[in-house]
């Protein structure tokens, strides 16, 4: 890939080993991948769940190919954050003013960043079906990366399979940094060492 004609803020010269996956392949994957859900759905108004605040940016890709395409859905969003303290059994806690109500007896498509290890996944789905009865539940995500060991959880829905290095830009963050890039990268030891206090 051809990084030259890429825009990002000048803070951010030098932090990126290098370009993964453009925004315009990502716009073009989303439309493929509208129109699969597009398939599986059709007739029926699921709810696009949105785990913030990674997904953010993939999430308007999709809503937009979906609208094109004159599927119905509702529209959600929730944030997950581990539990801090003594509690070592990977249980998450589920914010960002989702209530259970609604999404209850719907068909719910959670739109995902990344799954990695599916650790977060596999820890989210029986909570939120245990506790907000969705008729189903499938994962939509924009990436998932390529693991030596199989992951907890696979999503049924991947927009690109990559490999496994540390990733950045469009809604994935390195300490709440890189969110605002276009594009994906890998980042770099430049990037990682990064101090953000010289920023305001
Ligand atoms: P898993 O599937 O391992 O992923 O539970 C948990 C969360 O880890 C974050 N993650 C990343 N974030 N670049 C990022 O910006 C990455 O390469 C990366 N890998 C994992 C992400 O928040 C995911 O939901
Ligand atoms: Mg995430």
């Given at each position: 890939l051809d990084s030259s004609d890429r825009k990002f803020p000048?803070?951010?010269?030098?932090?990126?080993?290098r370009l993964l996956i453009t925004r315009e392949e990502i716009k073009d994957r989303a439309n493929a991948l509208a129109d699969l859900i597009h398939k599986d759905y059709k007739g029926k108004r699921p709810v696009l769940l949105c785990v913030l605040k990674g997904a953010n940016n993939f999430y308007m890709h999709l809503s937009e190919a979906l609208q094109d395409l004159c599927q119905g859905f509702y529209t959600e969003f929730l944030r997950v954050s581990s539990y801090d303290g003594?509690?070592?059994?990977g249980m998450l806690e589920i914010g960002?003013?989702?209530?259970?109500k609604d999404i209850e007896g719907k068909d719910v498509i959670l739109v995902e960043d990344i799954v990695d290890t599916g650790h977060t996944l596999f820890n989210l789905l029986p909570v939120l079906k245990s506790e907000a009865k969705p008729l189903s539940v499938e994962c939509c995500t924009l990436l998932s990366k390529r693991l030596d060991k199989p992951a907890h959880y696979s999503a049924k829905y991947v927009g690109f399979t990559i490999p496994n290095h540390f990733v950045i830009g469009f809604g994935l963050d390195y300490n709440e940094l890189y969110?605002?890039?276009?594009d994906i990268w890998v980042i770099s030891q430049k990037g990682i060492d990064f101090d953000q206090s010289t920023m305001h």
């Open positions: 000048p803070e951010y010269d030098g932090h990126f080993d003594l509690n070592s059994t960002g003013g989702l209530k259970y969110r605002d890039l276009q």
